[in-house]
């Protein structure tokens, strides 16, 4: 099976098709030039507290004051607002993370007002872009994500994806990331995490590391309010979760996004960059890879897909409904049972496909043709 991602560049989003052997398995939209993005930080000042909410607006340079709730504080806020303060006064004096102060953590039932005052100054990241009429929703537990760790400055946790699949793989991380975790920071380790050699993760855990120590090296000279680090490229974002080894293309049509994408790719692959194609064809990129022609058959309500069978998706409040029909499979056919297996068969794998593209979850109910063997039930079963 061949894999290929084709990014498409506009002047306001970016689009990323994932195809298997040309066909269009995943689709990712986001929009371009957004100010005060997820994963954003600032030195940000307190400006009202808010009891009955339990709460604070935060001054962040948004037009509206950003709002950080006291369970979005984080545990280790009290350790990391005196390391912050300190390195704001004097940086010179700041000690490596590795000799830092831990202090008690915040109570889990505790006050806004017990942990912060109004004028205070605090670093804060952006978890929920801004709205319509709201500011951006804040924490104040700092993450940087890169593929397979994030690292959470303060505190001494290695936590392990329970998606991982075996008890020994998860074991081999934890052992691993527990030797080679510096002290005062809490790792997460990510599912694409999953065979990984310790070289791999050593590399991007101080590549994340370099990234908070930078953070903190721009707060002595950052106004009030200021953006001290800002999240990967859009592009990087969006393929961080997306890439694996197992990709033998990737096409772009904007230069500067090439370039940044192959960056990353030299990053977490060394060697790999070559994959990355800056495409300069005359015809649209997703047209020229026949994407647009399969995102406007394959997003409405009836999906055709082998031999003239064909899904019908519909959406409820409560629940997703698809149901399958065998359209033409149905005509002149000596045996049901056997089209009936067959076109479940590939409908099982449309619409694996189909949830994928259009990121559907939480309650899903599929009405598959009426099969009568058991073994044949056991068989779409195994393969669903």
């Given at each position: 099976m061949i894999s290929e991602i084709v990014v498409d560049v506009q002047s306001k989003e970016m689009n990323i098709a994932v195809l298997e052997d040309k066909n269009l398995v995943e689709l990712q939209k986001e929009a371009l030039n957004v100010e005060f993005a997820v994963g954003d930080i600032y030195l940000g000042k307190v400006k009202k507290l808010m009891p009955g909410l339990n709460a604070a607006f935060i001054d962040v340079g948004y037009k509206k004051d950003a709002f950080l709730h006291y369970q979005d504080i984080g545990a280790n806020f009290i350790s990391q607002q005196k390391y912050v303060k300190q390195a704001i006064t004097d940086?010179?004096?700041?000690?490596?993370?590795?000799?830092?102060?831990?202090y008690p953590e915040t109570a889990k039932d505790g006050s806004i007002g017990d942990v912060v005052k109004v004028g205070q100054e605090v670093l804060v990241q952006i978890a929920k872009e801004p709205i319509s009429t709201k500011g951006p929703r804040l924490t104040s537990e700092l993450s940087f994500a890169g593929r397979y760790i994030v690292l959470i400055p303060f505190g001494d946790k290695v936590s392990v994806s329970s998606k991982i699949k075996t008890a020994e793989e998860r074991a081999r991380l934890r052992q691993?990331?527990?030797?080679?975790?510096?002290?005062?920071?809490?790792i997460i380790v990510r599912t694409s995490a999953e065979g990984r050699r310790v070289a791999e993760l050593d590399h991007e855990l101080k590549t994340l590391v370099k990234r908070w120590e930078d953070t903190i090296a721009k707060l002595p000279t950052a106004s009030l309010p200021s953006l001290v680090y800002e999240e990967t490229s859009r592009a990087v974002a969006l393929l961080r979760d997306i890439y694996n080894p197992s990709f033998e293309h990737i096409y772009?049509?904007?230069?500067?996004?090439?370039?940044?994408?192959?960056?990353?790719?030299?990053?977490?692959?060394?060697?790999?960059?070559k994959i990355v194609e800056l495409y300069t064809g005359a015809l649209p990129i997703f047209d020229n890879f026949a994407i647009t022609k399969q995102i406007k058959s394959l997003f409405g309500r009836t999906v055709t897909y082998k031999s003239g069978a064909y899904l019908v998706i519909d959406h409820t409040e409560a629940m997703h409904v698809i149901d399958v029909n065998?359209?033409?499979?149905a005509k002149g056919s000596d045996d049901q049972e056997q089209t009936a297996i067959e076109v479940n068969l590939a409908a099982a794998d449309e619409i694996a496909r189909q949830l994928r593209l259009r990121d559907m979850g939480g309650i899903i109910v599929i009405d598959f043709i009426d099969i009568h063997d058991n073994a044949n039930k056991q068989k779409l079963f195994e393969h669903m």
């Open positions: 940086i010179k004096k700041l000690p490596t993370m590795q000799k830092a102060s831990i691993l990331l527990t030797s080679i975790k510096p002290k005062n920071f809490t772009v049509n904007d230069k500067e996004v090439c370039d940044s994408i192959k960056d990353y790719v030299r990053l977490i692959a060394p060697g790999n960059e065998s359209g033409n499979r």
